[in-house]
């Protein structure tokens, strides 16, 4: 089935003039609640979603070199289950980057340049290893120009801490804070506050069909998996859907002053930050409506995929 035919049953159009493109870069398979944000893109009739690209998670897999492949065979298996049959999804990088100025060849990094590479902006939601987008840059810094990195991950400013999806490639956050390509960020801080219960995805989410009862009971049975009591993010009924900024960022509205402007902090070997008053500016969000964000979520699965 045609993604439009899923919108459809939605039953909001936006004006043309409000499309954005966009290709969501993520780490599917590493946790659960990347599968939450995939389908948030793709049940936003705004956003224009070219394809995703699969992420690898190297450094919490153990660097296998297998964490991309299981990443890319979720996304598949999500597709089906949200029954849309039309929007491509590639294979990334399978390990982080070498260097600073490291390139790879591959399919993803391929489609992020030939689609910043057409007219008007590229979003590019990254919720996970940058790896994919640093070697798109570092192969193709003409495309710099065109695209946004909607940067999920970081530590909380001013001076940071290592943080899970900066710690899977550091040299690849190096390589695009230092490009000239536009930087949103929402640092941990900020994403951590998109928390919810079981319970809530339990009634929320579960009823909204086999993708629905899919989502849940993935997270569910991750949650156990994942749990540790000196894991200060989870409290055992609870979890953090902190890839949804992304989302979050392109349908706030623009007035409400809830992000600053600041220069790109240089990443130390620990992975805090050191100031950098030559780096290029960053727009950093100090918060995002957590409460429009999660309902908007809700709406449309219950819309596109609950009992009609």
Not at 147 to 156: A, E, K, M, Q
Not at 193 to 217: D, M, Q
Request: charged share 25%.
């Amino acid at each position: 089935m045609k993604r439009s035919e899923i919108l459809q049953r939605i039953g909001v159009t936006p004006p043309a003039a409000a499309r954005l493109r966009v290709i969501v870069d993520t780490d599917a398979k590493n946790e659960a609640d990347d599968q939450y944000a995939i389908m948030h893109h793709l049940l936003s009739p705004m956003l224009d979603v070219r394809g995703i690209v699969a992420a690898h998670f190297e450094q919490k897999a153990g660097h296998t070199g297998q964490s991309m492949e299981a990443s890319w065979q979720e996304i598949g298996r999500l597709l089906a289950l949200a029954e849309i049959d039309d929007v491509p999804y590639y294979r990334g990088c399978v390990s982080p980057l070498r260097d600073v100025s490291d390139t790879a060849d591959n399919e993803g990094v391929r489609f992020i340049i030939q689609e910043a590479r057409r007219p008007g902006k590229l979003y590019i939601a990254v919720q996970g290893a940058m790896t994919n987008v640093a070697a798109a840059l570092n192969a193709a810094p003409d495309i710099a120009g065109n695209i946004v990195v909607l940067w999920n991950g970081g530590g909380p400013y001013p001076e940071g801490r290592p943080e899970f999806n900066v710690m899977q490639d550091p040299e690849a956050v190096r390589a695009v804070l230092r490009s000239a390509a536009e930087i949103w960020q929402t640092d941990q801080s900020v994403y951590c506050a998109l928390e919810v219960t079981l319970a809530e995805l339990k009634s929320r989410v579960y009823p909204c069909g086999a993708l629905g009862r899919y989502l849940y009971e993935q997270l569910e049975a991750e949650n156990h998996v994942e749990y540790n009591p000196h894991f200060l993010l989870r409290t055992g009924e609870n979890w953090v859907l902190g890839d949804n900024t992304t989302v979050a960022m392109l349908l706030m509205n623009r007035l409400r002053g809830n992000w600053h402007m600041r220069p790109a902090p240089i990443l130390r070997a620990d992975l805090t930050y050191a100031p950098n008053p030559a780096g290029k500016p960053i727009r950093v969000y100090d918060a995002i409506d957590v409460r429009m964000t999660l309902e908007d979520l809700y709406a449309k699965l219950a819309l596109a995929y609950g009992e009609r």
